[in-house]
C-alpha cells in the first residue's frame, strides 16, 4: 500500500507549459523517442511526469522524476523501487476508475 494518499497529490502543468504534450527523449542508442505528457504532479514536495510512448499499450506509461535547474526541468529515472511502487500506485489510484 502507497505511503500517500489523493489528498497528498497536487496536478502541476509546467512540463506542459514548457514543452507542449509532446516531448522527445534519448534512448540508450542516442536515438530521440517521442513521448505523449499524459500527467504531471506534485507529492511530498518532488515533482513527477507520466509519459505513454508511441506503441505504448493503452494503460502503459513511464515515470518520472522531474528535477528543475532553475528555469530548466529535467526527467530522470525513479531509481527507488519502493519510490516508483508508491508513486505509480497513487497515480493508479488517481486516474482508473474502481
Given at each position: 500500500?502507497?505511503?500517500?494518499?489523493?489528498?497528498?497529490?497536487t496536478?502541476?502543468?509546467?512540463l506542459?507549459?514548457?514543452?507542449?504534450?509532446?516531448?522527445?527523449l534519448?534512448?540508450?542508442?542516442?536515438?530521440?523517442?517521442p513521448?505523449?505528457?499524459?500527467?504531471?504532479?506534485?507529492?511530498?514536495?518532488?515533482?513527477?511526469?507520466?509519459?505513454?510512448?508511441?506503441?505504448?499499450?493503452?494503460?502503459?506509461?513511464?515515470?518520472?522524476?522531474?528535477?528543475?535547474?532553475?528555469?530548466?526541468?529535467?526527467?530522470?529515472?525513479?531509481?527507488?523501487?519502493?519510490?516508483?511502487?508508491?508513486?505509480?500506485?497513487?497515480?493508479?489510484?488517481?486516474?482508473?476508475?474502481?
Amino acid at each position: 500500500m502507497t505511503m500517500y494518499s489523493r489528498e497528498d497529490l497536487t496536478w502541476t502543468n509546467g512540463l506542459k507549459e514548457a514543452f507542449g504534450s509532446q516531448v522527445e527523449l534519448e534512448d540508450g542508442e542516442g536515438h530521440s523517442v517521442p513521448y505523449t505528457l499524459e500527467a504531471e504532479f506534485e507529492v511530498g514536495g518532488q515533482a513527477y511526469a507520466v509519459l505513454s510512448g508511441q506503441k505504448a499499450a493503452a494503460g502503459e506509461y513511464e515515470l518520472f522524476r522531474v528535477v528543475w535547474k532553475g528555469d530548466v526541468p529535467e526527467l530522470t529515472v525513479i531509481e527507488d523501487d519502493d519510490e516508483w511502487e508508491d508513486i505509480a500506485e497513487l497515480y493508479d489510484e488517481c486516474t482508473f476508475p474502481e
